[in-house]
Structures are given as structure tokens and as C-alpha cells.
């Protein structure tokens, strides 16, 4: 049961007690991977096999949680498109040339996961040599979000690139859509084909868009990576972030769960999307600064926003934010689990 509790929680069955998992469960809070960092480049942590494998591993040791998620960056599979970019320490990913016009899209090279980031589907085939009582997750960035990292150049508030791409070229964006989307097909059937239980796609900043741009640009490919996903048998998981206005049009995406940030309580989402999807998430991360007692307090609102148990997957509303005290993350893991077992028996 241990094995399969997530996987059974995001297909909607019943499960021993809720699953939790955080996004950047793997990450700075944690003194391991900072140590990890003061020598390896995390470009270099996520291309070596064996290091991605055990920061990987790291809060599953550590905290019981019942999956891990890969080591990598959304911004990975640009090596397969021949595009040059730095992660930058506290910024994210930067692009040396954007990519804003027909002629840079046509460049972009054609992309091949086994060929260009085989390290990912190593650090998935380590990781389950070394770990058997819990699955792993891979997950890919989601079409607008890597569009908009190309476009604007690296991590912004405004988008005024992409949206100039948009509105004044909408034919451009949407081959770089094409391309992007065929894209994060191949990658992630990569990383199920090594090892991973379940899919998650990122498209952490589509709430940038309106409902409008949404449906006429966005809402096929993301359908198209999904439908073409289903034949693996793997469970899948849409997340955005500042999305609430989408949340309709989110109930078709086609994925098997809804990843929720923490702007919206579950039991909203869930009356504006029916009973079709799986939720996860969607505690404030600000809540693990908090003591012990508000801490549960805050993790006891998100569970009870849930009533039908079986279709939860605990979660953050976004990343363990860096100050975490890891101590704080332990406690929520053995609170959820403890409460979710509480929830079966009443």
C-alpha cells in the first residue's frame, strides 16, 4: 500500500491515509543539498546521475514523504533545443539569445530526451536502484512557462515579451507552442519510460494569462500533451500558480489531478471543477514558518477543505520556501499522515 498511496490518491482511490509530497522538497532548505551546492553548480548536481539520485533522496529520508520528485529544472530540456542559457543562484533560468521572432523559432533544434538529457532518466533509474517502498515523480515545465522564459529572457513579472508575441504575432507563439509542447511529450514519456509513477507539468506562470488567451492558445496543447500521455498508464498532474481565474477552463486540461496554489481553498476549486479530477495541495508554504500549533491548524483547514479523502494529495501552494526549518517540514508529514489516518476511521 505504502508503494502505491499516491498513485492511488491521484486516480481516486482509496488509500491507508492521505499522501503528501512538497514541491521543492528537494532544495535549499535542506543542509545536505546546501553543502551539496557549495561545490556543485546545480546545473552539474542535475547532469550527474548519482548527486541528482541522492538530493532526490534526501527529504524522502529524511521525512517520510511518499514520493520523491526528480532533480532537475524546467528549463533542462532547452539543452535539447540548442538554446544557451545559465541558472542563475537566486533568479532562475537566463537565456543569452530570446527567441521572438518566426526565424529563432524555426532555429530551434529539434529535440530528442534521450539524446539531450539522458542524465534525467539516469538520476530516475538511481534513484529507484536505491529506494523501493516509495515511487518518483517526473514532471516537465508547461508550455507558456518555458515559452515565456524564451521569450522574455528569464524570470519576470510583467511578461511584456511574450505578451508583445501574443497579441502582435499570435501565429509565431503558437508554433513556439507547437514546438514546445512536442517537446515536453517526448520528455516526459522519457522519464516514465525510466522509472517515474507520475507525470507533473508546471506551468507555473499561465496565470499570468487572461481565460481568453488561455483557451484560444493554450488549452489544446496542454490537452495534446495529456491525451498523448494516457497510453502510459501513468498518472498525471497539472499545477499553476495565480490561476483562479482559469479554474473552469482547468477542469479540461485533461490531466487525472489539479495541483492548486494556495490563493484558492480546495473546497472552492472542487465546486467550480465537479468530481472528475484529483486535487493536490495546497498549503501556504509561509505556514511552515509558523510555530507547531499554527502549523497544524493551517495543514487541518487544507485537509478538511477535502472531504472525499481518497481523491487528495497533500501539497504545498507552491516550493518549501528556503528558511524552512526542516523540523517544520518532519512535523507536517507526520501530522497529515497521522490526521489522514484519523479521517479514514470516522
Do not use: C
Amino acid at each position: 500500500m505504502r508503494r502505491d498511496r499516491l498513485i492511488r490518491a491521484l486516480r481516486g482511490e482509496e488509500t491507508d491515509t492521505t499522501p503528501i509530497w512538497l514541491m521543492r522538497q528537494a532544495g535549499r532548505h535542506l543542509p545536505g543539498y546546501r553543502k551539496l551546492r557549495e561545490t556543485h553548480p546545480i546545473l552539474e548536481v542535475a547532469r550527474t546521475p548519482e548527486l541528482a539520485a541522492e538530493v532526490t533522496l534526501e527529504p524522502v529520508r529524511r521525512y517520510d514523504v511518499d514520493a520523491g520528485v526528480v532533480f532537475a529544472d524546467i528549463s533542462l530540456p532547452f539543452l535539447g533545443l540548442g538554446v544557451d542559457f545559465s541558472i542563475d543562484p537566486g533568479l532562475g533560468p537566463v537565456v543569452a539569445r530570446p527567441v521572438r521572432t518566426r526565424s529563432d523559432v524555426e532555429a530551434l533544434a529539434k529535440f530528442d530526451a534521450r539524446a539531450s538529457v539522458p542524465f534525467v532518466g539516469q538520476a530516475i533509474e538511481r534513484f529507484l536502484e536505491l529506494e523501493s517502498e516509495r515511487p518518483i515523480l517526473g514532471f516537465a515545465g508547461g508550455p507558456f512557462t518555458l515559452a515565456a522564459y524564451l521569450v522574455d529572457g528569464g524570470p519576470t513579472r510583467e511578461y511584456a515579451e511574450t505578451k508583445r508575441l501574443i497579441f502582435g504575432d499570435p501565429g509565431t507563439f503558437d508554433r513556439l507552442i507547437a514546438r514546445l509542447t512536442d517537446m515536453t511529450i517526448d520528455y516526459l514519456r522519457f522519464q516514465a519510460e525510466s522509472g517515474a509513477a507520475a507525470l507533473q507539468l508546471f506551468d507555473t506562470w499561465v496565470g499570468a494569462v487572461t481565460p481568453t488567451v488561455f483557451e484560444r492558445h493554450l488549452l489544446a496543447p496542454v490537452q495534446q500533451i495529456f491525451e498523448e500521455l494516457r497510453a502510459l498508464g501513468r498518472p498525471t498532474i497539472y499545477f499553476s500558480t495565480g490561476s483562479a481565474h482559469l479554474t473552469e477552463l482547468l477542469a479540461h486540461v485533461g490531466s487525472d489531478a489539479l495541483g492548486v496554489d494556495w490563493r484558492e481553498p480546495l473546497g472552492r476549486v472542487r465546486r467550480r471543477i465537479g468530481p472528475g479530477m484529483a486535487l493536490q495541495g495546497n498549503l501556504d508554504p509561509g505556514a511552515l514558518l509558523a510555530p507547531a500549533e499554527v502549523l497544524r491548524r493551517e495543514a487541518r483547514r487544507v485537509l478538511d477543505e477535502v472531504p472525499e479523502r481518497r481523491s487528495h494529495v497533500f501539497n504545498l501552494g507552491h516550493g518549501v520556501l528556503p528558511a524552512t526549518d526542516p523540523e517544520r517540514v518532519h512535523e507536517l508529514v507526520e501530522y497529515v499522515h497521522s490526521a489522514g489516518r484519523e479521517g479514514k476511521r470516522r
